[in-house]
């Protein structure tokens, strides 16, 4: 029903990595969400009026408040499509973060209040009572939840959005939790024993920790992450098929929300090309990464010396002691200074979180191995932080 919607109301609806197209994805994807909700709300509250069941009457409300988490859904994605001003100048794409943890914290009272309910309804326990009648409503609940769930869940993959992975989570919530009433109103059939609000709490606390999974989801983005592998390597891929760049380092990609990242990176090229010619590919760099992958890129240009036999022989030295210590420390920028008395090795090295050793460990360490090379070597170390991938 979505894809159908989406052919008939966004324009360009395969180009998803359109800021228009994604803002009309949520939009849509969230008055589908609250119509379907709302529908749900009406059916499971009369099945749980006329079965006296808590557990249907706390699904039904909770629909309800689900129905309150598309309407915030949908205004997130509308106001982080909003343009930069003088007062966010990188825009208001972190809205949609705000707006997923939102709706995570809705799931965590909703479980909260469902436990709740449960376990007044294990001290004064009722009669359930089933009917063909509510066993199809909750039937019906279950598939257009599992449905809503799969769109979401879709959706959130196509367009990278932490809100809609978090509806599609609570939408999977809501599924299993509709499951389990169902099972248990069949069971009030066959059996006197009240599992209504013993049922009510196992739903609950699935509900809590769906909410909980789904929090860290929206969470991480604002406080900062990693960018995913698939990124870096599509940037790398685009950097390096230039000609005139030998490497790069000092990757950083900062998000402002989806379809807003700013990146800034360290370009190697050639200490003796034209540095007319390099900073012109290097602009052209820049403007295929906008292209692309939607970003603003800046590059600085790190000029290398690429012809120096000595020069080379005493990094690949260097590279060997880093991989004494950690395979996984990298080098770069490294150049040599001679005096008249000593000779300064001068490099940066990366270290990652994982390293067994301290960033000023691997410094004292590095240098000491250096003293003992044969010439009169001094290491000149800059410690570069680790900003890896996820």
């Known amino acids: 029903m979505v894809s159908f919607l989406a052919r008939i109301f966004i324009k360009d609806y395969q180009n998803t990595s359109s800021p228009q197209v994604r803002q009309a994805y949520g939009m849509l994807c969230g008055s589908v969400g609250i119509g379907l909700n709302i529908l749900l709300f009406i059916g499971k509250f009369i099945a749980g009026i006329i079965s006296g069941s808590i557990a249907i009457t706390a699904d039904a409300v909770n629909n309800l408040s689900d129905a309150g988490s598309s309407f915030i859904t949908l205004i997130g994605f509308k106001m982080a ?17 705000l707006s997923g943890l939102f709706v995570s914290a809705a799931v965590l009272i909703m479980a909260f209040e469902l ?17 063909l009648l509510i066993l199809v409503i909750l039937a019906a609940s279950i598939l257009v939840k599992c449905y809503m769930a799969y769109y979401n ?50 739903v609950g606390l699935f509900i809590f920790y ?37 490497g790069i380092h000092d990757l950083l990609v900062h998000d402002y929300g989806p379809g807003n990242l700013i990146i800034s990176l360290h370009a190697e090229v050639s200490a003796k090309g034209d540095i007319l010619k390099i900073h012109d590919e290097i ?5 295929e ?33 880093l ?65 890896g991938t996820r």
């Open 210 to 246: 769906t909410g909980i999974t789904a929090m860290k989801e929206t969470v991480d983005p604002l406080l900062g992450q990693p960018p995913t592998k698939e990124l870096v390597q599509q940037i790398m891929d685009i950097v390096n098929s230039h000609s005139s760049i030998l």
């Open 81 to 97: 499509g909003q343009k930069p001003d003088s007062q966010h100048p990188f825009g208001h794409g972190r809205i949609e973060y």
């Open 323 to 387: 991989r004494e210590l950690d395979p996984e420390l990298k080098m770069h920028d490294f150049r040599m200074v001679t005096g008249p008395s000593h000779t300064n090795l001068i490099f940066d090295v990366v270290v990652p979180y994982n390293c067994p050793l301290s960033p000023d460990e691997v410094e004292k360490i590095l240098c000491e191995k250096i003293r003992k090379l044969p010439g009169n070597f001094y290491g000149v170390i800059c410690i570069d932080q680790d900003y």
């Open 283 to 287: 602009d052209n760099i820049e403007r």
């Open 153 to 202: 869940k879709r959706l959130g993959k196509k367009l990278d959005s932490a809100v809609m992975s978090a509806t599609a989570a609570d939408s999977f919530s809501d599924m299993v939790s509709t499951f389990f009433v169902f099972l248990v109103t069949i069971a009030s059939l066959f059996t006197d024993f009240n599992l209504d609000g013993w049922c009510g709490i196992l």
């Open 115 to 131: 436990v709740k309910t449960s376990i007044e309804k294990i001290l004064h326990p009722e009669a359930v009572e089933c009917s």
């Open 289 to 321: 990464l906008k292209q692309r992958l939607n970003c603003t890129a800046t590059i600085h240009m790190d000029p290398v010396v690429t012809d120096d036999a000595f020069s080379n022989q005493m990094r690949d030295k260097v590279d060997a002691l």
